[in-house]
Nanobody
């Protein structure tokens, strides 16, 4: 069973930055797709950013130009650099890894709160 462990969440002021990490218990090069999702209270979980094999990335319109997804294969870790944070970015952030249709893994989530 693969484990994904997120870290790096916390409280940030509007305009501030946070860097989330998602550490995997096996080589992340084995995952065709890795991504970050978020869920705010009373809302559905939504895609934030995704990283595909071949260094292809995709971002939700709401975070384009502010967030950057990256992978470090040597550390088996995926990152989400979040800049110019807004209060509406407040949510629990989850990482997801997909190796195949039958191998889909989620982390436990990390809280991000953006408030003055």
């Amino acid at each position: 069973q693969v484990q994904l462990v997120e870290s790096g969440g916390g409280l940030a002021q509007p305009g501030g930055s946070l860097r989330l990490s998602c550490a995997a218990s096996r080589a992340i090069s084995s995952f065709n797709v890795m991504g970050w999702y978020r869920q705010a209270p009373g809302r559905q979980r939504e895609l934030v950013a995704v990283s595909l094999i071949g260094s292809i990335t995709h971002y939700a319109d709401s975070v384009k130009g502010r967030f950057t997804i990256s992978r470090d294969n040597a550390r088996n870790t995926m990152f989400l650099q979040m800049n110019s944070l807004k209060p509406e970015d407040t949510a629990v952030y989850y990482c997801k890894a997909v190796a195949s249709p039958s191998e889909v893994y989620w982390g436990q989530g990390t809280q991000v709160t953006v408030s003055a």
